[in-house]
């Protein structure tokens, strides 16, 4: 392969494998075992992967957003790359929970044709930002929760998820300390971006109750080994948002950051989830069993 | 059918990656098995990052080199755990690396137990330039063309770079 003409080497092969864009890719699985655990109940684990892989596939649909409006070339690489990742974990936690249903369903079955009542992500992840410092926020608080859940995840009693939040912990250490710069860079700026980050933290908090608060799914897998219960995360996350938030010199959010306002975990959403899976599945329902 | 003078584990181990091309998948240390067998060959790879699209051209590469050098049955398997670190990148690859202009990764973070430490604001790690070897360089950005690497630009020369990050 040329390594110095980017388009020739790009062009100058017969086959389509460049093309890595739309559906019909290889299964991100292949030839990993795909028995599961004994005595876990097949439609719990199914949901459980669910709700992990939404929250990175929407997640990581409103960080494509941000690509072309990211204030500048530096942070639009790195929101991609963190939108990246996360569809990555979102195709390997679809293709799990796919075969723990044993309905046949693949990654792009699952992303493209489910309707917003059979998405599980937490409200966080579809949450619309208004300005560059909600991104950074929610990104903030995201990822330090994501950590924590994927760090404990990775001695799950089911081997494949177990693998996949191992991977994860790398990648999403990576997440936190980007959004984490972000906000004491604000904060601790000007008086008008200490303002926005205040204003964006504090628009952010009430969804961080969702967080925490456990699924009946969960708590049965949780006692299984096989998933982590999510009210044990509060500690660890709290002790994260209180260090980062006292060195951007901003103040802990006086809204309160509960009753969880969403339940995500059970399929209800909020207009944002529709706007995006609009976008998202809209090519892919228009031309059922395209591939491209 | 042509005839082998390769063993199938020779010629997966020759493909370069799409992305660093300057290194081979041996050097990247992402090929964990390979197996022939009257069935035909199993070539085992475990993914760099989840996301990495290079991935799926790594595969079709692995077939195509494969099937040219005369193994027309073959297929290429994940295998995730345990998760690829950098410090799998050989001594050569490292070498090739820093010829190209891309600062090496140094060792991968070892953690102590209990939760992902946090990092906030500069860190000193370590990064000498890859051009004039100047011995402390700093970050512009923790992401770059690709998941793997981040741009860092030396104080001395003033040259910005490329350096694979250590995971």
């Known amino acids: 392969m040329s390594f110095d003409d980017a388009y020739h080497s790009l062009t100058d092969h017969d086959d389509d494998a460049r093309w890595a864009y739309g559906t019909g890719f290889a299964d991100p699985l292949a030839g990993v075992p795909t028995a599961l655990p004994e005595g876990v109940d097949r439609a719990d684990l ?55 249903e044993g309905a046949g369903r693949g990654e792009d079955e699952l992303a493209y044709l489910r309707d917003p009542g059979d998405f599980r992500n937490v409200w966080l992840a579809e949450r619309a930002d208004a300005d560059f410092g909600q991104l950074v926020a929610r990104l903030l608080v995201f990822s330090t929760w994501r950590l924590a859940l994927l760090d404990r995840l990775a001695t799950s009693g089911d081997p494949v998820l177990a693998a996949i939040a191992a991977k994860g912990v790398k990648e999403v250490s990576y997440h936190r300390e980007y959004a984490a710069g972000w906000v004491v860079r604000l904060g601790d700026g000007t008086d008008l971006s200490h303002a926005r980050m205040q204003a ?19 708590l049965r897998l949780a006692e299984q080994g096989v998933a982590v219960d999510p009210s044990e995360l509060r500690d660890e996350f709290d002790g994260v948002l209180t260090e980062v938030l006292r060195v951007a010199t901003l103040g802990r959010p006086t809204v309160p950051a509960g009753p969880a306002p969403g339940r995500g975990r059970d399929g209800v959403h909020g207009d944002e989830l529709t706007e995006i899976l609009d976008e998202m599945q809209g090519l892919a329902r228009a031309t059922p069993g395209g591939a491209w | 059918m042509s005839a082998r003078t390769l063993t199938a584990a020779d010629v997966a181990a020759t493909v370069t990656d799409p992305e660093l091309p300057m290194l081979t998948l041996a050097e990247l240390g992402i090929i964990r098995d390979v197996t022939e067998s009257a069935e035909g060959v199993v070539v085992t790879i475990t993914p760099t990052y989840s996301g990495c699209p290079a991935m799926e051209a790594i595969r079709a590469d692995l077939l195509t080199a494969l099937r040219e050098a005369g193994f027309e049955r073959a297929e290429v398997r994940t295998a995730l755990a345990p998760a690829w670190t950098t410090d799998w990148i050989s001594e050569s690859g490292r070498a090739k690396l820093a010829e190209a202009g891309i600062a090496p990764p140094g060792p991968a973070p070892r953690r102590a137990a209990g939760p992902v430490p946090l990092t906030l604001g500069v860190r000193d790690d370590g990064v000498a330039c890859p051009r004039c070897a100047h011995p402390r360089t700093e970050r512009i950005t923790a992401f770059s063309a690709t998941a793997c690497r981040e741009l860092r630009r030396c104080p001395a020369c003033r040259e910005p770079f490329e350096h694979v990050k250590a995971i």
């Open chain 1, 46 to 100: 199914a949901a459980y992967c669910l709700m992990l892989g939404d929250d990175a596939l929407v997640m990581s649909h409103r960080l494509q957003q941000w690509i072309t409006r990211a204030p500048e070339i530096e942070d639009e690489l790195a929101v991609a790359n963190i939108g990246l990742d996360l569809l990555g974990q979102a195709r390997l936690l679809l293709t799990r929970a796919g075969e723990a």
């Open chain 1, 200 to 218: 964006a933290i504090d628009a952010v908090w009430p969804l961080t109750g969702e967080l925490f608060a456990p699924h009946p799914t969960e």
